[in-house]
């Protein structure tokens, strides 16, 4: 069974642009969330999203969003990139997100500002 | 919210010897605590969760204890590994309403075993 896949793995950029993450989930998975990982934050929760619908959100600015489809893939954007938004962005599946299931990861995008 | 203290921060062992990891968290609401293992160029791996319900688990080497009363949790990795070596997270996922749970983490724990 094919594990959590997120596109693409590292991506540079320069302040000002906007990104669009890609993550696709194990599959029969309807739960997807995002997590920021950084060394001095360590990892942070940004959104959760079941059946198209963001049913979370952490506490991070408005320049950060995302959607699911109807196939459970999920993307993220970050719109005018800053230096401190450099950090591996996480994703992570599970079954419905109720009753506590396990979240698997994927290995993550890395991404650099410049 | 949510928070969870990890500790310690580092932590070298010898190649057999056993390695313990501590984590508290705050919110009493909480009733999943999930481990997880990261290696360099990696995502975190799950390696064993428990359950508020249950007050100890075991996996081949590695085990999990919770005391809800005193709000802290600790993963037991015994005959450790040269590949055991990695960074180690603890995490609480208290509801957040709406059928959601999100996870917080603890700061981590870099895991060196020498051979």
């Known amino acids: 069974k094919a594990g959590v896949t997120q596109t693409p793995r590292y991506l540079i950029k320069t302040r000002g642009q906007q990104v669009t993450l890609s993550c696709s989930p194990i599959s029969g998975h309807r739960s997807v969330s995002w997590y920021q990982q950084t060394p001095g934050q360590g990892l942070q929760f940004l959104f959760e999203y079941f059946s198209e619908t963001q049913r979370n959100k952490g506490n991070f600015p408005g320049r950060f969003s995302g959607r699911q489809f109807s196939n459970s893939r999920s993307e993220m954007n970050v719109s005018t990139l800053e230096l401190g938004d450099s950090a591996l962005y996480l994703c992570?599946?599970?079954?419905?997100?109720?009753?506590?299931?396990?979240?698997?990861f994927g290995d993550g995008t890395r991404l650099s500002i410049l | 919210g949510e928070n969870v203290e990890q500790h310690p921060s580092t932590l070298s062992v010898q190649e057999g010897d056993s390695a313990v990891i501590k984590c508290t968290y705050s919110?009493?609401?909480?009733?999943?605590f999930p481990w997880y293992k990261q290696e360099l160029g990696k995502g975190p791996q799950l390696i064993i969760d428990i359950r508020s319900n249950v007050g100890e688990k075991k996996d081949q080497r590695i085990a999990v204890t919770l005391n809800k009363t005193a709000k802290h949790f600790s993963l037991h990795i015994t005959e450790t590994q040269p590949e055991d070596s990695a960074v180690y997270f603890c995490a609480a996922s208290p509801y957040s309403g709406a059928g959601s749970y999100q996870l917080t983490f603890g700061k981590g724990t870099k895991l060196s075993v020498i051979p």
């Open positions: 919110d009493s609401a909480s009733n999943y």
């Open positions: 992570a599946s599970s079954w419905t997100g109720e009753s506590n299931q396990p979240q698997h």
